[in-house]
C-alpha cells in the first residue's frame, strides 16, 4: 500500500514537472522584439537654426540637424514621447510638440516635424484669429494664447491702426472691443452685416451689408457720432488702402456663386474700377488685402473646383497675378514680409504664413482662421 503510494505522489511530481515544462515554452504572454523610431526634420525659412534636438520619453536627448533624420533603436513596443528643442523664437512648429508615438514589435515607426523661421522679431508679432465661434489672439510663434471672446458667435477680427482695438462681427452686427477683449461697443444695429475694415485714420469702418439679391459696403464711425452709416456701393469684403484714399472690393454678386471680381474705387464710393477678370478665367476673387505700401494685394482666387482656393498676389492695377499659396483670407504683415492665411489639413482649420515671394511657408496655429496683424 505504501509504495502504490510513493508510485502515486510521483507520478503527480512528474506530470507537474511537465505541465511546468510545457507552460514556461509557450508562455500565455508572448514575448515582444523591440521596436524603433525615425525621426526626420523639415526646416526652411530664414536663418534657420542649424541644430535642433529631440528628446524621447523625457529621458534620452539627441542633436539633429536641419533637415536631418536620427533614429532610436532598441524601444519597448507601445507609446512614446517625442519633444522637438531649438525651434528659437522666431520660427514655428507643424504639427505638435511634445506628440506620441506607438511603437510595434520589430517595426520603425516614422515621424516628421516641419519647422519653419520668419526672420528676427518676427516671432514676437501678434495675430487675432477665430477659434470655435470666439476670437483669440497670439504670437506668430504660437506662444501667449489669450482667449478674447466668450459669445462664440464672433467671426473676423480687424485690428485697428494704433493696435489699442479690435472691430468684429458678431450675430449680424458689428462691434469694437479693446485689445484686451473689455469694453465691447455695439457699431450696427440694423441689417446683417460682417467683414469690418479699419481706416488708416481710425476713425471709420468699412463693412459689408446683405441684402436679398446682393451686398452693399458701408461705413460707419468708429466711435459713435450720432451719424448713420452710409453706403459707398454694391460690393462685399472692403479693404482699405494703406493712404486712406482708396478701398478694394468684391463684387458684384458677392454669393460664391457667380464669378465674382476685385475692384477698387476711391474712399468716397467713386469710380470703382474692375482689376481682375473672374468671367475670362472662371474664376472668383475675393478677400482683397493691400500691401503695407500700397502697390498690391494679396487675395483668394477660387476656381470651378470650390472650395479649393489659391492666395494670389496681384498689382493695384491688375498686371502681375502670381500665385504663392493654397488657401483663403490672405493677410499681409506689417512688414510686409509675410502674408498669413487659413486652410484646412486633415479636417482641421489651420493658420499658415506664407513668403510674399512664395518661397517658403509653413503652419503657424491650429484650430483657426480668420486672421489678422496687430500693427
Not at 151 to 170: C, K, L, M, V, Y
Request: charged share 15%; net charge neutral.
Amino acid at each position: 500500500m505504501r509504495a502504490a503510494v510513493w508510485i502515486v505522489m510521483g507520478l503527480g511530481a512528474a506530470i507537474s514537472a511537465a505541465c511546468r515544462d510545457a507552460s514556461s515554452s509557450n508562455p500565455t504572454t508572448p514575448v515582444r522584439d523591440p521596436g524603433a523610431v525615425r525621426v526626420v526634420i523639415a526646416a526652411a525659412g530664414v536663418e534657420v537654426p542649424s541644430q535642433f534636438s529631440v528628446t524621447i520619453d523625457n529621458r534620452t536627448t539627441r542633436a539633429i540637424g536641419r533637415n536631418d533624420s536620427t533614429t532610436f533603436v532598441d524601444l519597448p513596443t507601445g507609446s512614446h514621447t517625442l519633444a522637438l528643442g531649438g525651434v528659437g523664437a522666431d520660427c514655428t512648429l507643424g504639427d505638435r510638440s511634445p506628440r506620441t508615438v506607438n511603437v510595434g514589435s520589430r517595426d520603425t515607426t516614422r515621424t516628421s516635424f516641419t519647422v519653419t523661421c520668419w526672420g528676427p522679431g518676427v516671432g514676437g508679432s501678434q495675430l487675432a484669429f477665430v477659434r470655435n465661434g470666439d476670437i483669440y489672439s497670439a504670437t506668430l510663434n504660437g506662444s501667449s494664447v489669450r482667449q478674447l471672446t466668450t459669445i462664440r458667435s464672433s467671426n473676423e477680427p480687424s485690428w485697428s491702426p494704433d493696435g489699442q482695438r479690435i472691430a468684429f462681427s458678431r450675430s449680424s452686427d458689428i462691434y469694437i472691443m479693446n485689445a484686451d477683449g473689455s469694453n465691447v461697443v455695439r457699431r450696427t444695429t440694423i441689417g446683417t452685416n460682417y467683414g469690418p475694415a479699419w481706416s488708416p485714420d481710425g476713425r471709420r469702418l468699412a463693412y459689408t451689408s446683405l441684402r436679398a439679391d446682393g451686398a452693399d459696403v458701408f461705413v460707419v464711425s468708429a466711435d459713435d457720432d450720432g451719424r448713420a452709416p452710409t453706403r459707398l456701393t454694391a460690393g462685399c469684403d472692403p479693404a482699405w488702402s494703406p493712404d486712406g484714399t482708396r478701398i478694394a472690393f468684391g463684387g458684384p454678386s458677392c454669393d460664391d456663386l457667380n464669378r465674382d471680381d476685385l475692384f477698387v474705387m476711391n474712399a468716397d464710393g467713386s469710380r470703382p474700377i474692375p482689376v481682375t477678370n473672374g468671367a475670362a478665367t472662371r474664376t472668383l476673387y475675393a478677400n482683397a488685402a493691400w500691401s503695407p505700401d500700397g502697390r498690391r494685394f494679396a487675395a483668394t482666387a477660387c476656381t470651378p473646383s470650390w472650395p479649393s482656393c489659391d492666395i494670389v498676389i496681384v498689382n493695384a492695377d491688375g498686371s502681375g497675378l502670381t500665385t504663392i499659396a493654397s488657401g483663403w483670407q490672405p493677410k499681409w504683415s506689417p512688414n510686409g514680409r509675410i502674408i498669413v492665411f487659413a486652410n484646412v489639413s486633415s479636417g482641421t482649420s489651420w493658420l499658415y504664413g506664407v513668403a510674399v515671394d512664395g518661397n517658403y511657408q509653413g503652419p503657424i496655429l491650429i484650430d483657426a482662421y480668420s486672421p489678422s496683424w496687430r500693427p
